[in-house]
């Protein structure tokens, strides 16, 4: 059965730092993986969508990786900003599970001024 | 604007009561999908449909009840048999469902339900 672990699951950095956020996952038999962003009492944000063909994506100050072999992905956050304080959810498309999406626990950032 | 709505925001019951949640979205999509968040945990899908008329259970089923009668409709009833039913609920669509490719989900605001 898929699970998705996400390490650490809180975290907090000055402002202007660049930061890692990982996510690692147990059956490689994936069709995506997606990075989420959820501010407190909010729905959850796409933030970038990998197919299981690709290495990565990019979309602005964020870069997110995928190594479907090693079971892990990477969210890269360049030059943080108190503005990005909020939790990152990644989840993945499983295909061993009828196709749903198995989701990890989430890293909560804080990004101090 | 395309997107996916919940309504109401916040919901209170008391104890032994059945209570509606709403999600309608305009974005065509077949799709569509319930999630139960827990403080600290990973979404956990209750239901989903994958076309009008037609859904399935999902992981954690039980207490819990949906139709599907409109595309953009797919409203979620939380029975008394619900033995915890103090969450978040999030509603999710997307343009199709398939057990064998790729798809993308977008999500509503959510719903926080609280039952005492």
């Known amino acids: 059965k898929q699970e998705v672990t996400q390490i650490p699951a809180a975290l907090s950095v000055p402002e202007g730092e660049n930061l890692v956020l990982n996510c690692s996952f147990t059956d490689s038999a994936i069709y995506n993986l997606q990075w989420f962003r959820q501010d407190p009492g909010k729905g959850l944000t796409s933030l970038l969508l990998i197919q299981s063909s690709q290495r990565e994506q990019t979309s602005g100050r964020l870069n997110a990786s995928l190594d479907k072999s090693s079971g892990r992905s990477t969210l890269y956050i360049a030059a943080s900003q108190p503005g990005d304080s909020a939790t990152y959810l990644c989840?993945?498309?499983?295909?061993?599970?009828?196709?749903?999406?198995?989701f990890g626990q989430g890293t909560e950032l804080s990004v101090k001024p | 604007d395309g997107g996916i709505t919940q309504s109401p925001k916040y919901l209170f019951r008391k104890e032994g009561q059945n209570v509606t949640l709403s999600c309608e979205q305009n974005?065509?999509?077949?799709?569509m999908y319930w999630y139960r968040q827990d403080p600290g945990q990973g979404l956990r899908l209750i239901y989903y449909?994958?076309?009008?008329?037609?859904?399935q259970k999902g992981d954690i089923a039980e207490g819990y009840s949906v139709s599907r009668e409109k595309k953009e409709s797919f409203p979620l009833t939380v029975t008394s048999a619900q033995k915890n039913p103090t969450a978040f609920y999030l509603c999710?669509?997307?343009?199709?469902?398939?057990?064998?490719?790729?798809?993308?989900?977008?999500f509503g605001p959510g719903t926080r339900l609280t039952v005492t």
């Open positions: 449909s994958q076309i009008v008329n037609d859904f």
């Open positions: 999710a669509s997307s343009i199709d469902f398939s057990s064998d490719k790729s798809y993308e989900q977008y």
């Open positions: 989840a993945v498309q499983s295909y061993n599970q009828g196709g749903k999406l198995i």
């Open positions: 974005l065509n999509h077949d799709a």
